[in-house]
T-cell receptor, first 110, second 114 residues
Framework: QKEVEQNSGPLSVPEGAIASLNCTYSDRGSQSFFWYRQYSGKSPELIMS????GDKEDGRFTAQLNKASQYVSLLIRDSQPSDSATYLCAVNTGGFKTIFGAGTRLFVKA | DTAVSQTPKYLVTQMGNDKSIKCEQN?????MYWYKQDSKKFLKIMFSYNNKELIINETVPNRFSPKSPDKAHLNLHINSLELGDSAVYFCASSQPGQGEDTQYFGPGTRLTVL
């Protein structure tokens, strides 16, 4: 069974620190990788997408992909209290199916 | 303009009842989905439709019947509701095949079965 694994947390970091969120996936054929943020009581929203090995930066967010290790991560620099949410790693295994991890809860302490 | 909308936002009902949730997207996407998010926040795909055709049915009980009258709408009908059906149901849409498959989610429908 194809799986996406995340540490459920909670991950607690002080304001201004770097938050590091990690995810592993089981299907080597996966091609598209996503990080979604979900605030409590809200729907998931896309933070980053990444398709090739290496780093992809967007503002304070950096996604990292290592297909050989089947590993994808999200770094949040200068963490803010407003970043406190659940972060969902998602992997498209081909076609019309995206598998979500269980999410990592992040708390940023002011 | 809301991209993906769902109604109702909240649904409280008794065991054994039948209920429906409606979803509409105005993004022009070809693909729509239903996801179930349980109390542990695990988001699991239930169905996927592409151009009104069922593509994915993730071993969901046949009490759940999706219907797509056109590619902008995907409704979910649930028969004989059970306690375990209590969850938040998210509709989503995407446009795969263009090098990405970003999911755009509706606001969710919180279903409570008593």
């Amino acid at each position: 069974q194809k799986e996406v694994e995340q540490n459920s947390g909670p991950l607690s970091v002080p304001e201004g620190a770097i938050a590091s969120l990690n995810c592993t996936y089981s299907d080597r054929g996966s091609q598209s990788f996503f990080w979604y943020r979900q605030y409590s009581g809200k729907s998931p929203e896309l933070i980053m997408s990444i398709y090739s090995n290496g780093d992809k930066e967007d503002g304070r967010f950096t996604a990292q992909l290592n297909k050989a290790s089947q590993y994808v991560s999200l770094l949040i620099r200068d963490s803010q209290p407003s970043d406190s949410a659940t972060y969902l790693c998602a992997v498209n295994t081909g076609g019309f199916k995206t598998i979500f991890g269980a999410g990592t809860r992040l708390f940023v302490k002011a | 303009d809301t991209a993906v909308s769902q109604t109702p936002k909240y649904l409280v009902t008794q065991m054994g009842n039948d209920k429906s949730i409606k979803c509409e997207q105005n993004l022009g996407h070809d693909t729509m989905y239903w996801y179930k998010q349980d109390s542990k926040k695990f988001l699991k795909i239930m169905f996927s439709y592409n151009n009104k055709e069922l593509i994915i049915n993730e071993t969901v009980p046949n009490r759940f019947s999706p219907k797509s009258p056109d590619k902008a709408h995907l409704n979910l009908h649930i028969n004989s509701l059970e306690l375990g059906d209590s969850a938040v149901y998210f509709c989503a849409s995407s446009q795969p095949g263009q090098g990405e498959d970003t999911q755009y989610f509706g606001p969710g429908t919180r279903l409570t079965v008593l």
